[in-house]
């Protein structure tokens, strides 16, 4: 195994030697995650060993959705990361990329009534890591972005690296199919090719970085992580990491039957699903279940909502402040027409029919949501 992965690193030297050839500016995609973590690592190895000494930046986009642990692991590596390439004489600079506060999962779900994403909606993924990351690269035109994407990791993913990349040729070499220049950045995938094995054997006989927290993360070969509240996903593995993520999850899950529920959404007129916003009702199920999650686990399961806005946090705004103060300061900064008072959700027995929704949602969810739902009767 080990002479294969000798083999695959020689692989990623000679599609990050034939990026060099154009670009000068490398920017790493680190995620946090096994396989950006290898795509850095092999950056830092090839840099070292051919001697070159391009500009480096190194991005993190934070959603504010993940579990802390994975974002102190992530500010860990990246010291690391920094330190190291700072002795080789690199000229290295760090991003982070995280949305504005009218962006987090915490804002549109309450004040706007955005229902849980579908693979037709996936507004999350937009707002949260796309717009967020593209902000920060366009600071760095004629630049290329390593990323840690592998054909393997599933069969979406495997179709849409095809699509972007291309395949390797028969009897000719596979170089350009580590390569892609059909997208608004270049990207090389050093490890595109790369197996599950091969990544975890990597990690686990390198030298150069400490990855030790990383193997705590993913305690499951299969582990994926992203957001606390993503409905994308059936196993949000995230959420299974300690046990006081058990309320996240079941959050998590009561998000997803509150969208689901059609006497929970505001009808519509147009687009995909004539089922518009959460309701009132809707949002504030959501709302007092995350407020009894947050007594539970504790505020720093739930970081994101430590955002600064408008001179206080999200939780001070949403949760702390007096009604009408907290109204007009959400108003002065998104003054959305979806907008509900704050008192509204707050207060969820004020609202005719919560008992009915509550006894429909039951039948929904998990027994770990079901306690939650129970404590709100």
């Known amino acids: 195994m080990w002479q294969i992965s000798l083999s695959r690193v020689e692989e990623a030297f000679r599609a990050l030697d034939e990026a060099y050839l154009k670009y000068k500016t490398f920017i790493l995609a680190f995620s946090g995650g096994k396989d950006s973590t290898v795509a850095s690592i ?22 504010l959705s993940e579990i ?33 506060p009218t962006e987090t999962w915490y804002w549109r779900v ?35 972005l ?10 979406a993913r495997s ?6 990349f291309g395949s390797c040729m028969s009897n000719a070499s596979c170089l350009g199919a580590y390569i892609t220049q059909n997208n608004d950045i270049p990207k090389v995938a050093p490890i595109r090719f790369w197996t599950l094995e091969e990544v975890w054997h990597f990690l686990r006989r390198q030298t150069d970085f400490d990855v030790s927290p990383l193997f705590r993360l993913y305690w499951f070969p299969l582990v994926r992580y992203g957001c606390w509240h ?6 949000q593995w995230a959420n299974h990491l300690d046990p006081k993520y ?24 147009t687009g995909y699903s004539r089922l518009g916003p959460l309701n009132a009702l809707g949002r504030s199920i959501v709302f007092n279940t995350l407020w009894i999650a947050v007594q539970k686990a504790g505020i720093d399961a739930f970081y994101g909502l430590k955002m600064p806005v408008g001179g206080y946090t999200l939780w001070q705004l949403l949760y702390e402040l007096p009604p009408e103060k907290a109204d007009r300061i959400i108003a002065k900064i998104d003054n959305t027409e979806r907008r509900i008072p704050i008192r509204l959700l707050r207060e969820l027995r004020s609202h005719e029919g919560w008992r009915e929704a509550l006894d429909k949602l039951k039948s929904k969810v998990s027994p770990e949501a079901l306690s939650l739902l129970s404590e709100l009767v």
């Open 159 to 164: 179709k849409s690296m095809a699509a972007r």
């Open 42 to 63: 092999l950056f830092y190895r090839w840099v070292k060993e051919r001697g070159v000494r391009p500009l480096v930046v190194l991005i993190h986009n934070d959603t």
């Open 146 to 155: 390593v990323v840690g994407s592998r054909d393997e990791e599933s069969a």
């Open 246 to 269: 058990k309320y996240a999850e079941a959050v998590r899950r009561i998000y997803k039957a509150v969208s689901d529920t059609p006497e929970l959404r505001t009808p519509k007129n």
């Open 110 to 144: 309450f004040v706007r009534g955005y229902p849980a994403s579908t693979f037709s909606f996936r507004w999350c993924v937009d707002l949260l890591k796309i717009e967020p990351t593209a902000r920060r690269l366009r600071r760095y035109p004629n630049a290329v």
């Open 230 to 235: 993503c409905t994308l996903v059936k196993t």
């Open 68 to 100: 802390p642990e994975m974002e102190q692991w992530v500010r860990y590596f990246i010291d690391q990361f920094l330190e190291k390439a700072r002795q080789l004489g690199l000229d290295v600079r760090l991003e982070y990329a995280a949305p504005y």
